[in-house]
């Protein structure tokens, strides 16, 4: 399976058996007291599964370069009694026979606290706050702190660093006019640019045996504007190679880049060929990243010659058995990566542990071996929605026998409908996993089925599953035939009218309004999101940015709420300001502080800030929330039968898919 994938390839002295390399990303166990134990369970089951290269998080280059000095402690690399606590993580994954890169970082201004260190002082966007110009002596500093750490990860029996040049950290600030203005030998032009980063790698391939792995993180396309020009980018790899670098890893767009570069709209190998492009110029192997999540796009970049490796990350996170399943004919049983970012960039963002939607055991191993439970159950499962499921799989993977009852006739609940908003479309293939974990696993699924109590005595534990439903939304007029809620609108959007109010604007709302305002044009092709989002394939401009393509709504939309926050100031971190955007330039009208007066054949009848209006709309879409459904526990109870109530059964309050699917794989885990 995949011959192009498990191809073996050379990388300095390294020989891989495959091409597939495990992408930087932070866990957040790099900063914990007994973070590097977890760590070193995490990436040696990855390697076990058949992995050959690791790369692990960015860990400082000396103690302000994270922006933490809180964590330092932990997430840096200054000295030889650090250096020590990194063998558990290098022994374990060369037990395994992988090998593991330690990632050198400096964030520059991309520190939240002070406001960082940059060549220029400039805003973040990111942080909203001026960085210090740094002082030449204060550069000459930084780059000896650089060559200190990899000696360091050298003696920490690591096989080598990545250092990262990419996604808008110090090097890539030093790199790019936006954040780069000095006149001295720093700065100045492409050349006075990229001294920095040549520095660096000079002095570690100076300081290092010929057989420590150097690889770059180098930035294709900025995606911001005074970014690099292509040209300077192809001119730094030719000078990397020469300079001794081993392997470029390539990245795109910085963290306050304007366009989306991991998130589930983003299409799969959305920007591989800039990596081809740069294969032209260089002899070093060259890694493709970003959006590749299937062992068959992965096969297909490299039978293309877009790369010599394709580096995922998240996919590691969704299953660590990702190598294994795939060299052995069982891709359909790979549970996939969706892009959702929920459990992993969103949780970095906010500095907590990552995890992974689809895969809650992820940086959890040590705390959750697999086991089989010590005595077969008999084990009932009501509901075949994301809670139902992962209990479910997890149950049977313990080896309990499992009945799951589901009473429509497909499995996923709003999980198998929200797969039809734009950009969502990923989520089918959680779904397949699961068809595929339900059929492996010998779970009976009986569909269209709603047992009687009677039958569900016979268990020994029953799992209450049955979800949620859709929250009226309380107007006055709401069984006005204009009205639908968000069910009946998922299911046959063609039926609603031209011009469309959506009551409530959380994270349903956002989806329904996608779902309305999505045009033909936009088919989910990289052509059209490079259109929508003004991506230069041309090469031309600096940062590769340039004017988006508009495109208008097919429909009239008004996304409405009461309370008084910004509109959409509670979606995810990560993709809530993609999903704004993307609503603004459809036109879409959003209010906040709404007062709902009443539906009538004339429309919405509404306060905006005070402000009488009566939005004549064909449909109003209500998208208030939902409601706990759980006709199970009162009937189980009075028949004494063992039973716990999870996911939106229980609590329907800001239910998502990640939580439920938590619940039930941990419930799974106790049966
Ligand atoms: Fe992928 Fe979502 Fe899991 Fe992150 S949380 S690894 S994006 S599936």
Request: net charge negative.
């Given at each position: 399976m995949y011959p192009h994938l498990f191809q073996p390839i050379t990388i300095g002295h390294l020989t891989l058996k495959n091409r597939i390399l495990m992408g930087s990303m932070h866990?957040?166990?790099?900063?914990?007291?007994q973070g590097f134990e977890k760590l070193a369970v995490f990436y040696a089951e990855r390697a076990r599964e058949g992995l050959q290269l690791i790369v692990t998080g960015g860990f400082g280059v000396n103690e302000y370069a994270l922006g933490m000095p809180e964590h330092?402690?932990?997430?840096?690399?200054?000295?030889p009694e650090q250096a020590a606590r990194h063998r558990l993580i290098t022994e374990a994954v060369h037990a395994e026979g992988s090998h593991i890169l330690m990632q050198v970082l400096h964030v520059g201004r991309y520190d939240h606290g002070s406001g960082g260190v940059s060549p220029s002082s400039v805003e973040s966007k990111l942080s909203n706050r001026s960085s210090r110009e740094l002082s030449s002596a204060q550069i000459e500093q930084i780059i000896d702190d650089y060559v200190r750490c990899a000696c360091l990860a050298r003696d920490a029996g690591y096989d080598g660093v990545e250092i990262m040049g990419g996604e808008g950290y110090l090097i890539n600030q030093f790199l790019a006019p936006l954040t780069n203005f000095r006149e001295d030998q720093w700065g100045g032009n492409a050349e006075g640019r990229s001294r920095f980063a040549l520095r660096i790698v000079q002095g570690i391939r100076a300081a290092m045996p010929s057989d420590f792995v150097i690889s770059f993180r180098l930035s294709l396309m900025d995606l911001v504007e005074h970014g690099s020009h292509w040209n300077e980018v192809q001119e730094l790899a030719r000078k990397l190679e020469a300079s001794g670098v081993d392997l470029i890893n390539t990245s795109v767009g910085w963290h306050e880049a304007r366009i989306p570069t991991v998130a589930m709209v983003v299409p799969r190998a959305a920007f591989s060929w800039a990596a081809q492009q740069l294969k032209q110029v260089v002899s070093i192997p060259v890694v493709a990243s970003n959006r590749i999540n299937t062992p068959e796009v992965a096969d297909d970049l490299i039978a293309q010659g877009h790369a010599d490796m394709v580096a995922m990350a998240r996919p590691f996170l969704a299953d660590p058995a990702f190598v294994r399943k795939a060299q052995s004919g069982q891709s359909a049983s790979i549970n996939t990566c969706i892009a959702c970012n929920q459990a992993c960039l969103d949780r970095i963002f906010t500095r907590q542990q990552v995890s992974c939607l689809v895969n809650p055991r992820a940086c959890r191993e040590l705390e959750w071996p697999q086991e089989k439970a010590p005595t077969v159950k008999k084990i009932a499962v009501l509901g075949a929605g994301p809670a139902g499921l992962a209990c479910a799989r997890e149950a049977a993977e313990r080896g309990h026998s499992v009945t799951l009852f589901e009473p429509?006739?497909?499995?996923?609940?709003?999980f198998f409908l929200a797969q039809k908003i734009p950009g969502k479309e990923e989520l089918a293939e959680t779904l397949r996993y699961f068809e595929n974990e339900i059929q492996r696993l010998g779970i009976e699924l009986r569909l269209n089925t709603t047992p009687d109590v009677q039958a569900l005595s016979q268990f020994d534990h029953v799992v209450v599953a049955s979800g949620v439903v859709p929250r009226r939304s309380?107007?006055?007029?709401?069984?006005?035939?204009?009205v639908v809620d968000y069910i009946e609108a998922l299911r046959s959007p063609r039926f609603l009218g031209e011009r469309v109010a959506i009551v409530g604007a959380g994270p349903l709302g956002f989806d329904m309004a996608e779902l309305l305002a999505h045009c033909k044009s936009e088919d989910g092709s990289i052509p059209a999101f490079e259109r929508e989002w003004g991506v230069d394939e041309m090469r031309e401009l600096r940062g590769s940015v340039k004017t988006p393509q508009k495109s208008d709504s097919p429909r009239q939309l008004w996304l409405l709420q009461r309370s008084k926050q910004p509109m959409g100031s509670n979606l995810p971190t990560t993709t809530g300001w993609i999903r704004r955007t993307r609503l603004k330039k459809k036109s879409a009208r959003m209010f906040n502080e709404v007062d709902y007066v009443h539906i009538d054949d004339n429309g919405l009848h509404l306060r905006i800030r005070g402000e009488q209006r009566c939005l004549s709309v064909d449909n109003i879409v209500v998208c208030a929330g939902q409601e706990a459904h759980n006709p199970w526990s009162a009937r189980l109870q009075a028949h004494n039968i063992a039973h716990t109530v999870i996911g939106g059964a229980r609590d329907a309050h800001k239910i998502d898919a990640a939580r439920a699917i938590k619940e039930g794989a941990e419930l799974g885990r106790q049966l």
């Open positions: 866990t957040g166990l790099e900063d914990q007291v330092a402690e932990f997430s840096t690399l200054c000295t429509s006739i497909r499995i996923g609940g709003q309380g107007i006055e007029g709401e069984n006005n035939a204009k």
